[in-house]
């Protein structure tokens, strides 16, 4: 019976997606139940079925039994490893679950009202499930910790209603891999990295000698790039005039799920779709979110004070070619510098830093 096993667990609004590690950190298996709410899917491995998964806590019962049934007791876990999206201005690097963590999570809720409270329902349901097996937490915010507080800060009054709004940046747990990664394919680690994480969410990283200095998400994962659905840079006077017309619920749903690629083109949020499409509308929103991450990069790279390389990662930045030279065209200004593929890493980077923690 494994007794070495992490469980990376993802915990979303309709989805609780899981990958479970060996003691040499090598991926062996995924379970995923989307669907959460109803009748759902259950898929382990590459089989998939039906089920009825109501909530979270009954999805993770689902995942736990499929586990069992691979072989895979979960007693005999060494930890469940939570990806949690904000740790705000506290969480600042991965920590064991004590009940002081968990408050610490449940704290941040207003500030990522959209993801935390789904993963401390996983958290919850793991504790409930197997009250002995360790859990761990690593932060979407906590690579961006070193942001320095000219970047950091907006330019709002300095009172203390309001010191929780700040640009906290995400995607550092991909950040973080990338930046371990990029040794270990026999590459330098460059000064002065523009990293660019682009799949459904996207955002751009600025890193100097391995720390973020710059991203181009800010208090909520809403701004910065265009994205799938998601609208990226916007005036927040057209915000204030959005939330007067549509109410503060459709402008949310507006912002967050019918805007960006899917918006523009009125087509799909997915980018092989778009690349796929002869429309013209298709090919307005892939010009539109080439020219605003070229245009963001400026941004990063002045940050930075130069450039030495460019990293792409993230569903689109690994595998379209297009997009990363529509990017690449628009940083032609730069001269010369090379530019790496690099496969995301997100779990595995959980996983390891979920190790680490037990190791200590
Ligand atoms: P998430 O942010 O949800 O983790 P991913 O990182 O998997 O998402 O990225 C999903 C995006 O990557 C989608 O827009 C998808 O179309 C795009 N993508 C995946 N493969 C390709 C490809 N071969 N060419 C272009 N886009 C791709």
Known sequence: MPDSHILVINA???????????????????????????????????????ADLPDNAAALAAIFDALSQQGIAVTSLRAAAHRVVHGGITLTAPCRITPEIRQAIADCIPLAPLHNPHHLAAIDAVAALAPDLPQCASFDTA????????????????????????????????????????????????????????????????????QSVATTMGYSPLSGLTMGTRVGEIDAGAVLRLVRQLGLDETETLLHHQSG?????????????????????????????????????GSMIAAMGGLDA???????????????????????????????????????QIAREASALLNA
Not at 35 to 44: E, F, L, Q, R, S
Request: neutral net charge; hydrophobic residues 40%.
């Open 143 to 210: 690579f961006h910790a070193t942001i320095p507080d000219i970047a950091r800060r907006y330019a709002l009054p300095d009172r203390a209603d309001l010191t929780d709004l700040q640009r906290y940046g995400f995607h550092g747990t991909s950040y973080a891999a990338l930046v371990r990664a990029l040794p270990q394919q026999s590459i330098t680690l460059p000064k002065r990295l523009l990293a660019c994480h682009l799949g459904n969410g996207a955002s751009l990283c600025a890193i100097l000698d391995g």
């Open 12 to 50: 979303g609004s309709s989805s609780i997606k899981t990958a479970l590690f060996d003691d040499h950190l090598t991926e062996v298996l995924r379970v995923e139940a989307t669907g959460v709410g109803g009748t759902g899917t259950m898929k382990i491995g590459a089989t998939a079925r039906t």
């Open 261 to 297: 690629l899917l918006g523009l083109s009125g087509i799909s949020s997915d980018m092989r779709s778009l690349e796929n499409s002869t429309s013209p509308n298709a090919r307005f929103a892939i010009d539109h979110f080439c020219y605003w991450a070229g245009r963001q990069a």
């Open 310 to 348: 460019v990293a792409f990662t993230g569903g689109i930045g690994e595998n379209s070619e297009p997009i990363r030279n529509g990017i690449l065209d628009k940083l032609s200004w730069m001269g010369n510098f090379p530019s790496y593929t690099v496969a995301a890493q997100e779990e595995i």
